[in-house]
């Protein structure tokens, strides 16, 4: 077991992660446990997950993930290689320009990539293209604006604050740049909000194993034996769910506390 700390909640052990099935007419059934040690990256589980799912042709169209399962590669290969659009929000270009809400981020240029420049919001062409990999070893591509451009360039302080007197992009390959910028203007759609509601369910679903079933204690020790019980327990919770569908009974509605209440009243 490892020690891990995720925000406030710090543990040693293990970390599972549950998938399971959301449709309005159906039962909600969990068709995938997959344990990790607890100091895996959530990320690294969303590939073996839909490999997984693949294998036992239960793969989704569309997979409701948290922000932790999302980056521009796992979008492009989820689409390509199953079939999955991925749903999840996307992080926010992290910049002093997007922070800030002025001056010009890197998606208010325009890039070309059959000619392999970008143009920026003064209208100038880049001066170099050349590919290369970021500080954690990812295919990127870095342009450079000419210095002669950017030098004289009256709105030069709202693009760059570098000593260098000329702007430099970092960009994802193609692929993964258009799907993360896709991505990120659909997240900020009301249709987005209202279909990525249903992945509030698994919370209710971690709340179940949680005190229904122990799944927050581990009874043994390994891995092995660990992803054994993890999965017997998503089983008697399935078990569960079968038969509260077959009597009819309906699900339980997400709990609304106090406060929002009282303003619904008001």
Not at 130 to 153: A, L, Q
Not at 193 to 219: D, M, N, P, W
Request: glycine content about 6%.
């Amino acid at each position: 077991m490892h020690f891990s700390t995720k925000r406030s909640t710090e543990w040693s052990g293990y970390k599972v992660h549950l998938t399971e099935t959301c449709d309005d007419d159906e039962a909600h059934l969990v068709t995938h446990v997959h344990t990790t040690a607890a100091m895996d990256y959530d990320g690294s589980s969303t590939a073996v997950i839909h490999d997984k799912l693949a294998a036992k042709n239960l793969l989704p169209s569309k997979h409701f993930v948290d922000a932790a399962y999302t980056d521009a590669e796992l979008l492009v290969s989820s689409a390509k290689e199953h079939g999955v659009q991925l749903m999840g929000p996307i992080r926010q270009v992290s910049t002093w320009q997007s922070r800030q809400g002025l001056g010009y981020d890197t998606a208010q240029f325009q890039i070309d990539w059959e000619q392999q420049h970008a143009i920026c919001p003064q209208g100038k062409i880049s001066g170099s293209w050349r590919p290369g990999y970021n500080e954690v070893k990812h295919p990127i591509i870095r342009i450079r604006f000419r210095r002669s451009d950017c030098g004289t360039c009256p709105t030069r302080t709202l693009c760059t604050a570098a000593k260098d007197p000329r702007r430099t992009l970092l960009i994802l390959h193609q692929a993964e740049y258009e799907a993360l910028n896709a991505a990120r203007v659909l997240m900020k759609t009301p249709a987005f909000k209202f279909s990525y509601r249903v992945r509030a369910g698994i919370e209710g679903t971690i709340s179940q194993g949680v005190h229904c079933v122990g799944l927050r204690q581990s009874r043994y020790i390994g891995l092995a034996r660990t992803r054994l019980h993890h999965v017997v327990s998503a089983t008697a919770m399935n078990v569960s769910r079968i038969v509260a569908w077959l009597d009819g009974r309906p699900r339980a509605a997400t709990r609304v506390s106090s406060f929002s209440r009282l303003l619904q009243a008001v």
